[in-house]
């Protein structure tokens, strides 16, 4: 862009790409010189918005000389426009203006492209590191609340978000909040529930991963992300992926992610929050249902009391810390009578 400005005798030369939020306007992705962008009234910024739109150049129609000329180009994210602005008039021609600004602006455009891929790659490669590890973790873990933090936590990481859930399926195929990121907005808390009817419950029942890269979008809409709870104040961006080993198989619960800051999320962030979400799947579903075999071994089938196996077994953990503390323990038998009536 400095070089463009050079070349085109321009005082500032700016690189224009489609906002993503609502409005779809043009806003300034790099520019020549200074801290920020030059700022443009309604006519100039008309201008910019009619070259990215028709893909060919334009200029101020009035005035004693040039002080604007736009480029159209395609950006990553869409129609774009390279923008050259003169305080003052150009020694140049307005035709050799235009032949330079139009034989350098797919350059810039290229090279900024250029700088999100590498960007973008780098992010990736982050993550996948990140996988990697969390994978070897899981594998040294057995205990079902262990291996959830490692998931929420890794989660943050791997997907570069502010904030994180992990849901889990229940019967009647709800789900329920198990786990939560030290930094979750205090709205979301561990034993919320979600049905079918609620964006959290609409991916667990489709098994189909979502992005809401702008959460402002969703204001119109009625469905809650969680049972009777709207989109958490200042979350800007949301992650919503199925937990399931294989496209085929039913969703074990469903990992939420947020983001509080301008940039939102991506292709990339949600391509990894689904890798995570797949290593995630074995490990859970093997925690889960070794903690549900466990605890059914332990509970009393007609009364969901604890059986007398988990009596003997706490018993026997009393005896144990009693002998090696040295601390004293009580033992009160009470005894219910015409416990038949009742049972």
């Not at 700022?39 to 910024?45: D, W, Y």
């Not at 933090?149 to 859930?165: F, K, N, Q, R, S």
């Not at 005896?319 to 040295?326: S, V």
């Given at each position: 862009?400095?070089?463009l400005a050079e070349y085109?005798?321009?005082?500032?030369?700016?690189?224009?790409?489609?906002?993503?939020?609502?409005?779809?306007?043009?806003?300034?992705?790099?520019?020549?010189?200074?801290?920020?962008?030059?700022?443009?009234?309604?006519?100039?910024?008309?201008?910019?918005?009619?070259?990215?739109?028709?893909?060919?150049?334009?200029?101020?129609?009035?005035?004693?000389?040039?002080?604007?000329?736009?480029?159209?180009?395609?950006?990553?994210?869409g129609k774009g426009a390279?923008?050259?602005?003169?305080?003052?008039?150009?020694?140049?021609?307005?035709?050799?203006?235009?032949?330079?600004?139009?034989?350098?602006?797919?350059?810039?455009?290229?090279?900024?492209?250029?700088?999100?891929?590498?960007?973008?790659?780098?992010?990736?490669?982050?993550?996948?590191?990140?996988?990697?590890?969390?994978?070897?973790?899981?594998?040294?873990?057995?205990?079902?609340?262990?291996?959830?933090?490692?998931?929420?936590?890794?989660?943050?990481?791997?997907?570069?978000?502010?904030?994180?859930?992990?849901?889990?399926?229940?019967?009647?195929?709800?789900?329920?909040?198990?786990?939560?990121?030290?930094?979750?907005?205090?709205?979301?808390?561990?034993?919320?529930?979600?049905?079918?009817?609620?964006?959290?419950?609409?991916?667990?029942?489709?098994?189909?991963?979502?992005?809401?890269?702008?959460?402002?979008?969703?204001?119109?809409?009625?469905?809650?992300?969680?049972?009777?709870?709207?989109?958490?104040?200042?979350?800007?961006?949301?992650?919503?992926?199925?937990?399931?080993?294989?496209?085929?198989?039913?969703?074990?619960?469903?990992?939420?992610?947020?983001?509080?800051?301008?940039?939102?999320?991506?292709?990339?962030?949600?391509?990894?929050?689904?890798?995570?979400?797949?290593?995630?799947?074995?490990?859970?579903?093997?925690?889960?249902?070794?903690?549900?075999?466990?605890?059914?071994?332990?509970?009393?089938?007609?009364?969901?009391?604890?059986?007398?196996?988990?009596?003997?077994?706490?018993?026997?953990?009393?005896?144990?810390?009693?002998?090696?503390?040295?601390?004293?323990?009580?033992?009160?038998?009470?005894?219910?009578?015409?416990?038949?009536?009742?049972?």
């Amino acid at each position: 862009l400095k070089l463009l400005a050079e070349y085109t005798e321009a005082h500032e030369a700016v690189l224009w790409e489609p906002h993503e939020g609502p409005g779809g306007r043009l806003i300034a992705a790099a520019w020549s010189r200074g801290a920020e962008p030059p700022a443009l009234g309604e006519q100039e910024r008309a201008l910019v918005e009619l070259a990215a739109e028709e893909g060919h150049p334009t200029f101020n129609p009035t005035g004693p000389h040039l002080r604007l000329m736009a480029c159209g180009v395609d950006v990553r994210s869409g129609k774009g426009a390279v923008s050259v602005h003169f305080p003052e008039a150009p020694t140049l021609s307005r035709e050799e203006i235009q032949q330079r600004l139009m034989r350098m602006a797919e350059e810039v455009s290229l090279r900024h492209d250029l700088v999100h891929a590498r960007a973008a790659l780098a992010s990736r490669t982050k993550s996948l590191r990140g996988l990697i590890r969390t994978a070897i973790t899981l594998q040294g873990k057995r205990e079902p609340n262990e291996q959830q933090e490692i998931v929420v936590h890794d989660g943050l990481i791997i997907a570069t978000a502010d904030w994180g859930v992990l849901l889990r399926r229940v019967d009647g195929g709800g789900l329920l909040i198990v786990r939560t990121s030290g930094q979750v907005p205090e709205a979301l808390q561990q034993k919320l529930t979600a049905q079918r009817n609620t964006i959290a419950g609409e991916v667990q029942t489709s098994g189909q991963k979502r992005l809401i890269s702008d959460t402002r979008l969703l204001q119109d809409e009625r469905a809650p992300l969680f049972d009777g709870t709207p989109i958490p104040h200042g979350t800007r961006s949301l992650i919503i992926v199925p937990i399931k080993r294989t496209d085929l198989d039913d969703s074990l619960g469903v990992l939420v992610f947020g983001r509080t800051g301008p940039v939102p999320f991506n292709s990339v962030d949600i391509g990894c929050a689904m890798d995570l979400a797949t290593i995630a799947a074995g490990a859970l579903d093997t925690a889960w249902a070794f903690k549900d075999a466990t605890h059914s071994a332990r509970t009393d089938q007609l009364t969901g009391l604890p059986n007398r196996r988990a009596f003997e077994e706490e018993f026997s953990e009393m005896i144990a810390e009693t002998d090696r503390y040295g601390k004293p323990s009580a033992l009160v038998i009470v005894d219910v009578d015409f416990f038949k009536k009742v049972n």
